[in-house]
Nanobody
């Protein structure tokens, strides 16, 4: 059974940092792109960041560019999201996703096959 388990969420003050982790089990995703998405209350799920299978290509939403960094460790079957200079508008449930059906559309949520349960990130002002 394939599982993606996110961790590292929590409550932080504006300007602070958090590091999210997404550990995969049940199969390896070392040849798959992976992504992070988020969903705030009353809003649609939105793209945050994605990384290709080698880790050499990364993509970011304009709202997080320069503040967030996505990375992966294929030996650990884990993807990370380092979040710095957090803002209250970053408050959301953050989801990890793996294996887009079309790797060229790594920023599109419906494209992903596997999803984690999410981890809450709350940024206070």
């Amino acid at each position: 059974q394939v599982q993606l388990v996110e961790s590292g969420g929590g409550l932080v003050q504006a300007g602070g940092s958090l590091r999210l982790s997404c550990a995969a089990s049940g199969r390896t995703f070392s040849s798959s792109a992976m992504g992070w998405f988020r969903q705030a209350p009353g809003k649609e799920r939105e793209f945050v960041a994605a990384i290709n299978w080698t880790g050499f290509s990364t993509y970011y939403a304009d709202s997080v560019k320069g503040r967030f960094t996505i990375s992966r460790d294929n030996a650990k079957n884990t993807v990370y999201l380092q979040m710095n200079s957090l803002k209250p508008e970053d408050t959301a449930v953050y989801y990890c996703a793996a294996e887009p059906r079309d790797p060229r559309r790594a920023t599109a949520a419906p494209n992903y096959i596997y999803w984690g349960q999410g981890t809450q990130v709350t940024v206070s002002s």
